[in-house]
């Protein structure tokens, strides 16, 4: 049997509201035969540890982060330990903007899968030459020289003590038509220990789907366990191996990528410190890298005092953090509302799943696209602090960008480009 029949047998025999433990689920199918059975409408996110596959719709949770998501997560979550199908995950993406409503469900069926995906993937810095089509018809929002005038602003707010931090973020918005099934595959391919993703991002106005592959974890949490790796500061990877490697030691000995490091770090300890027994937060950033991006790195581990927490609970503790929002919290969200340009939506928020014994997993929802009939639109952010500057910016930004980019098999940007 191949990687299709066997992912069609799995979905075919699991019951309308499977359980990964039941025989009728073992053994799970390979990782290769929920990508090959995957179509529009499905629900996908594939870890480090597992890949989850979601098909048909129970139930809709569309309740704002500040209106109670986390009390009504669990409140239909326990509907299905009380039937017995207590693995039955709520998948789907929240908001950067915890007053606007999460776009997740309760599908009729799931499909775990472990182990390693046949596409063998590394992280090693890519060449995005070669047979990359041109770019389409392309508008950035804001515009490069808008974008620029933005972190200059942002500065001058950090100049004046108004905060520590902000993320300054921009869209790119293509005219053209994406295969998500090739754009999955070649996104597993490329970083098969990111966090890959595809799920529906449609509300009232319009249709689409929000696909991408995260390197960063917001929180995973199993048992009484809890982990979470924040990422802050930044630097474009190279494909010469002793350029790229004098990159990843100049960012790593950096200060102000430190400095801005450690206020993500921070904010992310002091939310989990209060619901944990033990936090393990150590003392100096590692380096993790990407295809396209070195980034610093911090895992924090935990032991909650109360393991029946939710993991979606938690994540909204945690969201949004300096990574991706800034420091203060307040004073940040002010300066992205009255700079950007442009509604963030589910950029920034929170991608994954969770379940009725509390477990579950969240990603950062960066390096990602919404992908409608006829467009795709790209995002990317970067953290702005004393000493920053907005040429550089700008760039990280563009190099950002450059993840699902590639990944469509588009060229990278280049100066002058929107």
């Not at 929180?219 to 979470?228: C, F, M, N, W």
Request: hydrophobic residues 40%.
């Amino acid at each position: 049997m191949d990687a299709s029949s066997s992912a069609a047998t799995a979905f075919a025999d699991a019951p309308a509201i499977p359980h990964p433990s039941s025989p009728r689920m073992s053994p799970r199918p390979p990782r290769d035969a929920l990508l090959d059975a995957w179509r529009p409408g499905d629900g996908l996110f594939s870890s480090p540890r597992q890949q989850l596959h979601c098909r048909g719709v129970q139930a809709r949770l569309r309740r704002a982060a500040n209106d109670g998501l986390a009390d009504a997560a669990d409140a239909l979550l326990a509907g299905c330990g009380r039937d017995g199908s207590d693995r039955l995950p709520l998948i789907g993406a929240i908001p950067f903007d915890r007053h606007a409503p999460a776009r997740l469900w309760l599908p009729q069926q799931a499909v775990y899968a472990s182990g390693h995906a046949r596409h063998r993937g590394s992280r090693r810095p890519s060449d995005r030459g070669g047979d990359a089509h041109a770019l389409p018809p392309a508008r950035s929002i804001p515009s490069a020289s808008d974008y620029l005038a933005a972190v200059a602003q942002a500065l001058a707010r950090i100049e004046r003590g108004e905060l520590d931090k902000v993320v300054m973020s921009r869209c790119l918005c293509l005219r053209t038509r994406v295969d998500v099934d090739a754009l999955l595959s070649a996104l597993l391919a490329r970083d098969p220990a990111g966090y890959t993703f595809a799920v529906d991002a449609g509300d009232d106005t319009r249709a689409g789907q929000l696909v991408g592959t995260s390197p960063e974890l917001l929180l995973r949490k199993h048992g009484a366990r809890v982990t979470s790796n924040p990422l802050a500061g930044s630097a474009p990877r190279s494909v010469d191996p002793d350029e790229d490697a004098h990159r990843a030691q100049a960012l790593l000995a950096s200060a102000k990528d430190r400095h801005e490091h450690a206020l993500v770090v921070d904010a992310v300890a002091t939310a989990l410190a209060p619901w944990c027994r033990n936090l393990e937060v150590p003392a100096t950033p590692s380096l993790l890298a990407t295809p396209t991006m070195w980034h610093l790195s911090t895992r924090i581990d935990g032991t909650l005092a109360d393991a029946s927490t939710h993991a979606l609970r938690l994540a909204l503790q945690l969201h949004p953090t300096p990574a991706v929002c800034g420091h203060p919290t307040a004073a940040a969200r002010t300066a992205i509302g009255e700079l950007e340009g442009y509604d963030r939506d589910l950029f920034t928020g929170l991608v994954g799943w969770c379940d009725a014994h509390g477990d579950g997993e969240w990603a950062v929802t960066i390096r990602c696209a919404l992908v409608e009939a006829e467009a795709a639109t790209l995002y990317a952010g970067a953290g702005v602090v004393a000493g920053s500057t907005p040429e550089a910016e700008l760039a990280e930004t563009s190099a950002k960008l450059g993840t699902m980019l590639t990944a469509m098999g588009l060229p990278p940007l280049t100066e002058g480009q929107p």
